[in-house]
């Protein structure tokens, strides 16, 4: 039996009929080519202890199908959903596959989603990781070409990807590369490991000579000079007193390497932080509940709102998505709330705007059985039904309506 490469099983149905592309022609005049960036940043601890921490969080996004008709909301629960939050492709499940589409994202301004069709049946969404990438044209349509590491290229339409961006400003299709603005921050972090390295490295050098009135031979020299390591330099020594005759003395080498101080290297890695869109506490999961609210509004929300417009842009055609089908990201923030903000959250569940298992699932606790249905309490009811108690039985209180019923009957 022959075995397809990975290659082979990934990209083998795609076939590459139209040969007559030209390179697309943008706006601002520049060549619509991107190059990625990003493999070195990743080897800086802060980078990538900064990118994982976002990568980690926006991979707990949870994807949805829903359909929006007259006012009302339905999640459809299909395969859509399913391939989205359980195992997009057969090599990830959603959680790999979010994280390794969000670290592209942040280590190069572009993620790109190859979308798997069988016919009409979506089958898979596969993180495409290129050297370069091409906009091209053809018969009006626009297609991307990628070039990977081993040579190979790959030219889809760009309907058929899902692409993501961030800093979105000069190139009329791709989002900006970092090597302009965090390159010079990387140097440095570069730069102060180097001289912590050599700090460290320094304190084995060379540390003193011993200067004879004689001359010796050199394997008396030798001979002397380990005797002297030996018996005095040597952590064994804990008096950290030698005592050496006038025939040699002992001329101590003071070395003195300098490095950043812990002041300096704050403000560099903050560097990193502040480029990212995070602090420290975030990073080190040191975080309060206003920090965590402000971390997701401003780094983890616009990720899935890019996700669900990009998602409902290229799985559906335009009367599906004007009969109201999208795909969008939701997240259980209470899981990051206060224990006090989760208890308050008990008169969202006496009003029924929570299910008591929506309420127990911000505690981590397992769901009850028909907890999955709105409550709420007797002594509440609509608006329009307060006067005269709640005619369909449902809050107010019923013997009030009959009392005034009754009153009402012997007015008459």
Known sequence: MQKRSVWGRLFGSISDTVRNYTMMQLMKGYAPVFTSFGKDAYASDVVRSTVHVIASNAAKLKPKHIRRDSGSLKILNDDIERLLSLKPNPHMNAYDFYYKIVTQLMLRSNAFILIQRAGPKLVGFYPVI???VEALECEGETYLRFQFGSGKKLTVPYDDVIHLRRFFYDSDLFGESNDTALLPTLELINTSNQGISNAVKSSADLRGLLKY??????EDLKKNRDEFVKDYMDVSNNGGVAAIDSKADYVPLNSNPKMVNAGQQKYIDEK???YFGVNENIVMSKYKEDEWNAFYESVIEPIAIQLSLEFTSKLFTSNERAHGHEIIYESNRLQYASVTTKLNLAQMVDRGAM???E????????????????VRRLDTAEVDKGKGGNKTGEGGDED??????ES???TE
Do not use: H
């Open 130 to 132: 290129a050297s370069s």
């Open 213 to 218: 009135s004689t001359a010796l031979r050199p």
């Open 272 to 274: 990193v932080y502040k």
């Open 355 to 357: 299910t008591p298992n």
């Open 359 to 374: 309420w127990r699932e911000s505690f981590n606790y397992a769901p009850l059985p028909g907890g999955d249905k709105p």
């Open 400 to 405: 009030d309506g009959k009392n005034t019923g």
């Open 408 to 410: 009402e009957s012997k």
